[in-house]
Nanobody, 125 residues
Framework: QLQLIESGGGLVQAGGSLRLSCAAS????????MGWFRQAPGKEREFVAA????????YYAESVKGRFTISRDNAKNTVYLQMNSLKLEDTAVYYC??????????????????WGQGTQVTVSS
């Protein structure tokens, strides 16, 4: 079992920045590709960003490309999501997820084996 705990969410004004963290424990973190998803009220959970086990490959949803950066520190068993130039439409609960071995379908929920409990990000005008 891999436990994932997100942190770093909060309330921020439009145009501001936040950095989310996701700390993993319980299994060998570097064996997992990692992803961030988000879910706004009344909407389905959607892909935000993903990173390979080594950090050498990253992927982004078009809606966040150029504003968000995913990174990982395998020594700290942590994955990060730096969010800049936040918009009202970025308001959502953000979830990190772990994919054992990494899948080419990194943008789908079904590719992931473990999920965190989520952290709320609210962007105000």
């Amino acid at each position: 079992q891999l436990q994932l705990i997100e942190s770093g969410g909060g309330l921020v004004q439009a145009g501001g920045s936040l950095r989310l963290s996701c700390a993993a424990s319980g299994r060998t973190f570097r064996n997992y590709a990692m992803g961030w998803f988000r879910q706004a009220p009344g909407k389905e959970r959607e892909f935000v960003a993903a990173i390979s086990w080594s950090g050498g490959a990253t992927y982004y949803a078009e809606s966040v490309k150029g504003r968000f950066t995913i990174s990982r520190d395998n020594a700290k068993n942590t994955v990060y999501l730096q969010m800049n130039s936040l918009k009202l439409e970025d308001t959502a609960v953000y979830y990190c997820a772990a994919d054992w071995g990494g899948s080419e379908h990194y943008y789908t929920l079904s590719a992931y084996d473990y999920w965190g409990q989520g952290t709320q990000v609210t962007v105000s005008s």
